[in-house]
């Protein structure tokens, strides 16, 4: 059985289709592949692992119906229309539930990052701005016994607040499409509406999916509604809000920083004046990034894979109706 793979992936997924006895194609320059050269690929083997950002639409799906499985190097999938998939009986995979730890620590880190300007007051030193000190300026704030709003509390945002409630004594709301009865049992998490989330968060982190439902729910609206003193992270999908009208706020002092590791779109320009904001800061998609994370996500595709291509039933499927 043939494998291709639009990215070089971890060793320990790629030996363990090895060891399956795939015969792996790996994509490895360092360029996106367009649709239909993805196309031309698929055509010539019988599985795909996907990693990165091309869109499986329905074209793919139908020029590609002889896929025997699909993977992705991903706990997200919104580049996939899963309704399409399904509707004409393709199983995806993806891999959940591992990126938990290394992408909460990213959420953290933005959040201290942002609190004290820290990525802007490290490029003053470069641009020998590092002189007189006066104690009023380059101030940030202290985030003990603040108010964390998170909007979608599942097993990322529920690390997060774990991390902010023992650091930091912060208190824990939360805007979800149903109760997390374990966060409010350990954290004392309190579900609110969405409008209190905006209001009553001294930082406000997103961790929900990309969803027609969230996509642009961070709009001019919505940061008019948030303290003057909020901060705004997201290291979800960069969709989830309006990057303009957060620019916008930051600009107008609406809010009081941000923390991004994802944007909108994705790569940002280099001239995006969000890159030179004092109170922001902006990191390149890196939630997943350590070694035994990505590791642990290249297996778990391969997974996938091998045992999409011995026809049974792929562990960790975003459609297992397709089973049914």
Request: hydrophobic share 40%; with cysteine; net charge neutral.
């Amino acid at each position: 059985m043939t494998v291709f793979v639009t990215r070089k992936i971890p060793e320990a997924g790629l030996r363990l289709l090895q060891e399956a006895g795939c015969e792996v194609t790996q994509h490895t320059k360092r360029q996106e592949l367009t649709s239909e050269a993805l196309i031309h690929a698929c055509k010539k083997h019988d599985a795909l692992l996907l990693a990165g950002p091309n869109k499986l639409d329905e074209h793919f799906f139908r020029e590609c119906r002889h896929l025997k499985v699909i993977s992705l190097l991903s706990a997200g999938y919104d580049n996939v229309d899963i309704s399409v998939a399904t509707r004409l009986n393709t199983a995806i995979g993806h891999t959940p539930g591992i990126l938990s730890n290394a992408t909460a620590d990213i959420a953290f880190l933005l959040i201290l990052a942002v609190s004290r300007n820290a990525f802007y007051l490290h490029n003053s030193i470069a641009r020998g701005e590092w002189g007189f000190i006066e104690p009023t300026a380059h101030l940030g704030m202290e985030l003990y016994g603040k108010t964390l709003g998170v909007f979608g509390l599942g097993k990322i945002g529920f690390e997060l607040a774990k991390k902010c409630t023992v650091v930091y004594d912060m208190e824990v709301i939360y805007h979800n499409r149903s109760r997390n009865e374990h966060a409010e049992e350990e954290l004392d998490a309190r579900p609110v509406s969405f409008d209190d989330l905006l209001q009553k968060s001294d930082v406000l982190s997103v961790h929900a999916n990309l969803s027609p439902q969230t996509r642009g729910i961070f709009d001019r609206k919505a940061f008019t509604r948030m303290k003057r003193s909020a901060i705004f992270v997201n290291t979800a999908r960069g969709g989830i809000h309006h990057e303009k009208d957060l620019t916008d706020a930051l600009q107008n002092e609406e809010i009081w920083g941000a923390g991004l590791d994802v944007t909108n779109p994705e790569p940002m320009k280099r001239d995006n004046p969000l890159l030179t904001m004092p109170n922001v800061c902006v990191l390149p998609h890196i939630g997943s990034a350590t070694k035994e994370t990505r590791d642990a996500m290249a297996v778990r595709a391969a997974k996938n894979i091998i045992a999409g291509l011995k026809g049974e039933q792929m562990p960790y499927a975003v459609n297992p109706e397709v089973y049914d």
